[in-house]
């Protein structure tokens, strides 16, 4: 599931697209934008985040959350020390999706890594760890 790791956000796009039955001419009219300028974003790596938040929108999907499970299983591990105060919004800490289950489940199974590791670098509660297995795991873990 290497997935989260590299996101090329245009082709998660395409793939959307390939799955509803929008025609272009209202893909450009809500997009506000040419044909070719569609074209472009189906080819781009990235998204300025107004236009992906159309795209959102449009499809009624929520690429953001891509990048936030990219956030969850690639950044560093944080400091145990109190979290600074802050005046941004503040957000359950993980959003845990069949996805994100089945990546880690995956990483026990094979191997390449423990129960303990997976709750320590993914800061997931034993108890919920211990549920997904016994709830979403093929083989005896």
Not at 5 to 34: H, P, Q, Y
Request: charged share 35%.
């Amino acid at each position: 599931m290497s997935f989260f790791k590299d996101i090329f956000i245009g082709e998660m796009l395409k793939s959307a697209l390939s799955e509803s039955e929008i025609e272009m001419s209202r893909i450009c009219n809500f997009l506000n934008c040419s044909e070719k300028e569609v074209e472009e974003m189906l080819n781009s790596k990235s998204l300025d985040t107004e236009i992906l938040l159309r795209w959102s929108k449009l499809l009624e999907y929520d690429f953001f959350r891509i990048y936030s499970q990219h956030l969850i299983f690639h950044s560093p591990t944080g400091s145990k020390e109190k979290p600074k105060k802050t005046t941004l919004p503040s957000f359950r800490k993980n959003i845990y999706t069949k996805e994100m289950i089945d990546f880690i489940i995956e990483k026990i199974s094979k191997g390449e890594k423990t129960k303990q590791q997976i709750i320590e670098e993914y800061r997931i509660p034993k108890t919920t760890l211990y549920k997904w297995l016994s709830k979403f795991s093929k083989d005896e873990v």
